[in-house]
């Protein structure tokens, strides 16, 4: 279709379906320039990576006070027949100087109260924590193996951050059964 000489404002180009692709292309390039293409784009992924290798990383942060605390269980006492409350024992060591400001639970079925230092831990110091436990919900499943027992929040001039204190698998299976035996009473 040719439009009228007047109105050659209105052309309108009708493509052909039968365009060649891109592969099509490709192969009608002289090989020389084919050479050309595959070894630039080849140089510039090259470059990139040797790139990545040159640039200098980010410098790791600093640790955090988490990092140089360790709090460990060191007795789980058994609760008398028919009670619900039994007595843990905490061990706690840090690398700085951090304090020990508050607790919350990891396992549903139980409430936990932590007697707080009221003194900093300082570096090297051991300090023993008194935890009294109660087995509440006998109802929850139970937790799994590594599940954290508690969470100690601690506190530094630079910040607050959580603890996890995991009972090892030994502290773990006695837990489970002072929770069954509690909760079959």
């Known amino acids: 279709m040719t439009p009228p000489e007047e109105n ?3 052309v309108v180009e009708v493509l052909d379906s039968s ?13 020389r320039a084919r050479v050309t293409v595959a070894l630039s784009t080849c140089l510039v992924a090259l470059t990139l990576l040797a790139g990545s290798f040159v640039v200098p990383r980010a410098a790791s942060p600093a640790p955090t006070p988490v990092a140089g605390t360790r709090v460990r269980i060191t007795h789980v006492g058994v609760p008398p027949s ?8 905490l061990t706690a060591t840090a690398a700085s100087l951090v304090a020990i400001a508050g ?4 396992y549903t079925d139980l ?6 230092p009221a003194a900093p831990l300082a570096p090297g110091q051991v300090r023993t924590l008194s935890v009294r436990a109660a087995v509440c919900n006998c109802w929850l499943p139970r937790p ?3 599940t954290p027992l508690l969470y100690l929040t601690l ?19 006695q837990l489970d059964r002072i929770l069954r035996r509690t909760c079959t009473n």
Do not use: K, M
């Not at 028919?82 to 024992?89: A, I, V």
């Open 8 to 10: 050659r404002d209105d």
């Open 19 to 31: 365009r060649p692709g891109l592969r099509e292309r490709w192969q009608a390039l002289p090989l």
């Open 103 to 106: 607790s919350r639970e990891g």
């Open 144 to 146: 799994r193996r590594g």
């Open 111 to 116: 409430i936990l109260t932590v007697a707080l």
């Open 155 to 173: 506190r530094t001039p630079h910040g607050q951050w959580h603890l996890a204190v995991v009972p090892t698998g030994a502290q773990f299976d």
């Open 82 to 89: 028919g009670s619900p409350y039994f007595e843990l024992r």
